[in-house]
T-cell receptor, first 114, second 112 residues
Framework: EPEVTQTPSHQVTQMGQEVILRCVPISNHLYFYWYRQILGQKVEFLVSFYNNEISEKSEIFDDQFSVERPDGSNFTLKIRSTKLEDSAMYFC????????????FGDGTRLSIL | GIQVEQSPPDLILQEGANSTLRCNFSDSVNNLQWFHQNPWGQLINLFYIPSGTKQNGRLSATTVATERYSLLYISSSQTTDSGVYFCAVDKEYGGSQGNLIFGKGTKLSVKP
């Protein structure tokens, strides 16, 4: 069964540094998402992406965050200047359609900011 | 926005016992998914079930969309069932369609 893959599985970065998290969605999916889970808390929506542009973003997704689909397979989340509170698990997901279709999640990238 | 409430927040079972986890949501939904988060943090998709009943081995789920709740049944629990179970929904109408809203989860511990 096709799956969403995320790299790296764990990223350790100094505060203030830029970090890029990478995702390869399922190949025929059209909608892409990033979610975040701070340790011990629930999963929160960050941003959705369709047709090479952001469809919607949450209040968490401020100017420090950006997303990009640089080629036909990768979907990236960039944090420009990391803060301690950006430490979390970041999940990428994809779906074939925006509604009436399940979202498929990757295994996550655990981001630790020192 | 839509509210998702899961109960109970914590559950401790003896291996072999059965359990029922509940998810209540405050609005009509297009999508409802159940996930199991294992000790390594991975989110395992269990069911896509905006309505009706589905079964997969020892697990089954039922969503009654008109009454805005879903139930996840675990039978003959095993220690490997331990972890956190999340329910996630998206709204049927209005903005933010397609963006999953997660509940706070039920933390399940199965003792040998």
């Amino acid at each position: 069964e096709p799956e969403v893959t995320q790299t790296p599985s764990h990223q350790v970065t100094q505060m203030g540094q830029e970090v890029i998290l990478r995702c390869v969605p399922i190949s025929n999916h059209l909608y892409f998402y990033w979610y975040r889970q701070i340790l011990g808390q629930k999963v929160e929506f960050l941003v959705s992406f369709y047709n090479n542009e952001i469809s919607e973003k949450s209040e968490i997704f401020d100017d420090q965050f950006s997303v990009e689909r640089p080629d036909g397979s990768n979907f990236t989340l960039k944090i420009r200047s990391t803060k301690l509170e950006d430490s979390a698990m970041y999940f990428c997901a994809s779906s074939f359609d925006r509604v009436n279709q399940p979202q498929h999640f990757g295994d996550g990238t655990r981001l630790s900011i020192l | 926005g839509i509210q998702v409430e899961q109960s109970p927040p914590d559950l401790i079972l003896q291996e072999g016992a059965n359990s029922t986890l509940r998810c209540n949501f405050s609005d009509s939904v297009n999508n409802l998914q159940w996930f199991h988060q294992n000790p390594w943090g991975q989110l395992i998709n269990l069911f896509y079930i905006p309505s009706g009943t589905k079964q997969n081995g020892r697990l089954s789920a039922t969503t009654v969309a008109t009454e805005r709740y879903s139930l996840l049944y675990i039978s003959s629990s095993q220690t490997t069932d331990s972890g956190v179970y999340f329910c996630a929904v998206d709204k049927e109408y209005g903005g933010s369609q397609g963006n999953l809203i997660f509940g706070k989860g039920t933390k399940l511990s199965v003792k040998p």
